[in-house]
Nanobody, 115 residues
């Protein structure tokens, strides 16, 4: 089992930026895909971005061109750089290791975009 700890959430104005970090324990970090998901009140949890063990990313259409996922295998950490944030990005953001069905989840970090 992988322990995941997210950080970097907060309150930001529309158009602003935030960088989320997810620190993972365990020795398998560099061989598993990592992902960021989010869940807004009343909505299902949805994929935001995912990065393979080789560093290949993919993104939800709603965040393409604004968000960037990256990973540092030496630090067992995955990042989500979020630029040009919009009110509809407001949600709890979760880090995931190994896929949404059988993988592990962090506790989540709140991102609020509001003026």
């Amino acid at each position: 089992q992988v322990q995941l700890v997210e950080s970097g959430g907060g309150l930001v104005q529309p158009g602003g930026s935030l960088r989320l970090s997810c620190a993972a324990s365990g020795s398998i970090f560099n061989i598993v895909a990592m992902g960021w998901y989010r869940q807004a009140p009343g909505n299902k949890r949805e994929l935001v971005a995912r990065i393979t063990s080789r560093g290949n990313p993919n993104y939800a259409d709603s965040v393409k061109g604004r968000f960037t996922i990256s990973r540092d295998n030496a630090k067992n950490t995955v990042y989500l750089q979020m630029n040009n944030l919009k009110p509809e990005d407001t949600a709890v953001y979760y880090c995931n290791s190994g896929g949404p069905t059988t993988g592990d989840w962090g506790q989540g970090t709140q991102v609020t975009v509001s003026s």
